[in-house]
């Protein structure tokens, strides 16, 4: 009698709420199907289930992932359709996807299972609930293989990259005298695997004075670098071509892009900069989003320049301090010679302070017109910055028409000195 009440109770929920979920089927496969060592590649995960029905919690086992050979991420649903199969029946097909990597070759056969929640929407009359119940499923085995790079054909300093990219280059300027500043700039990117490679520079010059590259993008597919180059001379028409090499895995074989080369015209023009500047170049070479900030240091010159206006307070304060020790040795036994020879030691000290406050005054002169400052008392000398009409400087010696100065602690040769 027992069995029979459970029988017709099992009957009755059977009609309200219908048969349980399941997953039907499923399979694994990659994208694309030939897959090389650090190729990023997609694996998949096509499941059909009973119409309905949604999976959450997925674990995907039966794949040898090891993070020293094969990394992929945890799977994700990427779409979800309704099929029909069969004259009077519909599923869910539902697709997974996880990206994965090799770093070296592998060929396995895989036998994969998936373990997920399956929920299914029960309806009793009026009502209707989400029911959860665990899935195991065995999927159809695969074979999982990764080849290494080819060996023929691979250039000579090949980085590993694999994939697609470009580059390319600019100068901050094309039109130059000697000395001037010029900036490359060179920027790589793509799609694939990059690496850990270093953003390719051109070849060195000796026509060229040449500081170390910047990279101020560093992320996984761009990389973008800045670097200094100073023509020495008017030979120096010329930074040579960039290239980059990488393996191509549409085509099956290696390419390499270049950007280059970059010609340099040289001019007679003045410079025509009205502010008074100075030329700054920046050689840090950390990298990626922590980049430091350089230390910011302060020339000798800054210190001279300093000093030197300190000096009618620096005599005033010693004749103090002078006054005062010989004040405290002579109190007690001979108070009024201490006393008076402090005064006079102070009356002194400030009168030399006066003196070479006069003095510093009269060093000082006012510039009638711009001036470009350079590094030697010649007209073809490097400009090192420009100052304009008001400005105060401090003449420090004279070589002929040619007069050095001091600017705020900038220091150089300007031409007639007034």
Request: proline share 6%.
């Amino acid at each position: 009698m027992k069995r029979f009440a459970r029988a017709v109770c099992l009957a009755l929920l059977a009609v309200g709420y219908g048969w349980a979920g399941e997953i039907i089927e499923g399979r694994v496969f990659t994208v694309p199907e030939r897959i090389y060592v650090n190729q990023p590649f997609e694996l998949r995960c096509e499941l059909v289930v009973t119409f309905g029905c949604e999976v959450e919690d997925i674990r995907l086992t039966g794949i040898p992932v090891d993070s020293d050979a094969l990394i992929v991420e945890p799977m994700r649903k990427v779409s979800q359709t309704r099929e029909a199969r069969g004259a009077n029946r519909s599923v869910t097909v539902i697709l997974l996807s996880a990206e994965g990597r090799a770093k070296r070759p592998v060929d396995t056969a895989c036998s994969p299972a998936l373990s997920c929640s399956l929920l299914e929407r029960r309806t009793s009359g009026f009502f209707s609930h989400w029911a959860m119940s665990p899935q195991r499923k065995a999927l159809s085995p695969f074979l999982l293989k990764i080849e290494p790079l080819p060996e023929a054909g691979r250039p000579d300093g090949f980085s590993g990259a694999i994939g697609q990219f470009r580059l390319s280059g600019a100068l901050s300027q094309q039109n130059v005298r000697p000395q001037d500043i010029v900036t490359l700039t060179v920027r790589l990117s793509g799609s694939g695997w990059l690496g850990e490679g270093a953003t390719p520079t051109p070849p060195a010059s000796e026509l060229f004075k040449i500081y170390p590259a910047k990279t101020v993008v560093h992320e996984p597919l761009r990389r973008t670098t800045e670097q200094v180059w100073i023509p020495m001379s008017t030979n120096a028409t010329e930074i040579g071509k960039v290239t980059f090499s990488y393996f191509n895995p549409q085509s099956g074989r290696y390419e390499t892009v270049q950007a280059g080369p970059f010609r340099l015209t040289f001019t007679d023009r003045p410079e025509t900069n009205a502010v008074s500047t100075v030329k700054v170049i920046q050689t840090d070479l950390t990298k990626g989003s922590g980049d430091s900030v350089p230390a910011v240091g302060i020339s000798l010159a800054q210190v001279n320049q300093s000093v030197r206006h300190s000096r009618p307070l620096l005599a005033v304060a010693a004749s103090v301090l002078i006054a005062l020790f010989v004040l405290f040795t002579m109190i007690g036994r001979h108070t009024v010679w201490g006393i008076v020879s402090a005064a006079l030691l102070i009356g002194i000290g400030c009168a030399v302070g006066a003196a070479m406050n006069r003095q510093e005054r009269h060093d000082v002169q006012t510039l009638s017109r711009r001036c470009e400052v350079r590094f030697a008392p010649s007209a073809r000398s490097v400009t090192l910055f420009t100052l304009n009409p008001g400005v105060e400087v401090v003449p420090l010696e004279r070589a002929g028409e040619w007069t050095r100065i001091d600017a705020d602690g900038r220091r150089g040769w300007i031409e007639r000195m007034e």
